[in-house]
């Protein structure tokens, strides 16, 4: 538990990135989507830091490939496939039925009410069978259970790499050879996720980085949610949602579903099978050639994890905007599992680097990942409730520095109290249902 310390800061140094997008995001409902004020709010550090190119959700998938492929190769015999399912299923559901009850209570959109979509209890079914990714999210989405598309990727994702794991455990018995077959196969999958998004891509709807210049939160609702939200909280917006079809198709060609976002997934198990190897191979000595090698590789992640928080060029080639499409998620995770390796691998190896254990395993984050799954599906419906309590709103007319601030102030409350309800949650009601349901897996770890 202690060596896998740094998985827990990640993941909490991960969701406060997470939260952060989403405060920024939400700023932008009262706010015009065109002029001054809006160009100055855009291109402000404090917002592109906290929005980070959207790249957080990817991480996490990072994370949980990682966790997944390194306890199947040490484990000493793998479990029916049926046995895997429930238990990863088990492990998603309690926080998403606790969410789901919540947005009821707090009547949510979630029926056709304004003659778009599909009826609550359908919508539920689709996210709590992890199917919702593949469904057309202006009929099938809700505001409640907005972020349960990545439970259904991650689910999905998880059901792949078990099968996998499976197929090559069954032809090859040594561990080591298993790991390092598995690498290769995942390598060419990690590859093949950025082919897949490079065909996908089309410059005037699959393209990250035009969905990126219509950032801004009314723009791309649905008619439906944007409607709702201005009945809901009486919220006049200083925009239309222009972008609604751009996001609509976006949304259901590129950003949910599991066929173009498994590569973060497929680089975690890359990752796993690299720290596997390192614990099973002997001390070797470091050559100069090799220190020069981890300090090029180290600095090159460092640049691509910066880079998506520098205020993007509006007039960048479309061959940039290809390569951003096809590769930025992919290549997002793979400079945080390069990072993350570093501090994973034994003190003694020759990649292993005192400043990123000590980054990652520093005391603060590891408490907030430890209920950052709960907080994930938690926050973002607070968030919104917030964001729309006009006690926060700053002066009319405020100057680009009050809404940075007003911005500020959403992130830390919203933080504070989706922390507290998912620590409240998981100590007094997920936990004890998950010992009694299934006592092994209460006492380990989350992957």
């Not at 070797?284 to 520098?310: D, E, H, K, M, W």
């Amino acid at each position: 538990d202690t060596w896998f310390a740094a998985v827990e800061g990640v993941r909490g140094m991960v969701h406060l990135s997470l939260m952060g997008l989403h405060a920024s995001m939400m700023t932008t409902a009262h706010l015009p989507s065109e002029g001054g004020l809006w160009k100055l709010f855009r291109k402000h550090p404090v917002y592109t830091v906290m929005q980070c190119g959207g790249t957080q959700v990817d991480i996490c998938f990072l994370l949980s490939g990682f966790l997944l492929t390194y306890r199947l190769l040490s484990a000493g015999s793998q479990p029916s496939t049926a046995s895997f399912a429930f238990k990863r299923a088990l492990r998603m559901l309690p926080a998403m039925i606790f969410v789901t009850a919540v947005g009821c209570l707090m009547g949510d959109n979630w029926d056709a009410g304004y003659n778009e979509g599909q009826p609550r209890s359908w919508r539920i079914a689709s996210y709590l069978l992890f199917i919702g990714n593949y469904l057309d999210v202006s009929k099938w989405g809700s505001f409640t259970l907005s972020l349960s598309w990545s439970n259904a990727v991650d689910f999905q994702c998880s059901l792949i790499l078990f099968g996998l794991i499976g197929v090559l455990q069954s032809r090859i018995k040594d561990r080591v050879a298993l790991a390092k077959t598995l690498r290769d196969v995942l390598l060419v999958l990690f590859f093949a996720s950025m082919v897949i998004c490079g065909v996908l891509f089309k410059a005037d709807s699959l393209n990250i980085f035009l969905l990126g210049q219509y950032s801004h939160y009314g723009l791309l609702q649905t008619d439906s949610s944007y409607r709702w939200l201005a009945d809901t909280y009486n919220h006049h917006w200083k925009t239309t949602n222009s972008a609604s079809e751009l996001s609509h198709s976006f949304m259901n060609g590129l950003y949910l579903p599991t066929h173009t976002r498994f590569g973060p997934y497929a680089a975690g198990g890359i990752l796993a099978c690299n720290v596997y190897l390192a614990n099973s191979a002997n001390k070797s000595q470091g050559t100069t050639l090799g220190s020069i090698v981890r300090v090029v590789f180290t600095l090159l992640a460092c640049a691509q994890l910066i880079a998506p928080c520098i205020p993007p060029d509006d007039a960048a080639p479309i061959e940039a905007q290809l390569f951003a499409t096809a590769a930025l998620r992919q290549l997002s995770a793979a400079a945080m599992g390069m990072l993350l390796y570093r501090a994973l691998v034994p003190p003694d190896h020759t990649w292993s680097s005192s400043w990123a254990r000590a980054l990652f395993t520093f005391p603060a984050f590891a408490p907030i990942g430890k209920v950052s799954y709960v907080s994930y599906l938690v926050h973002f419906r607070l968030f919104e409730f917030l964001n729309f309590t006009k006690a926060l709103y700053p002066p009319a007319n405020a100057v680009v520095s009050l809404w940075v601030w007003y911005m500020l102030r959403l992130f830390f409350l919203g933080a504070a109290g989706s922390l507290w309800i998912s620590a409240a949650f998981q100590y007094l009601i997920e936990k004890p249902i998950l010992k009694l349901l299934m006592p092994s897996a209460a006492k380990a770890k989350a992957a």
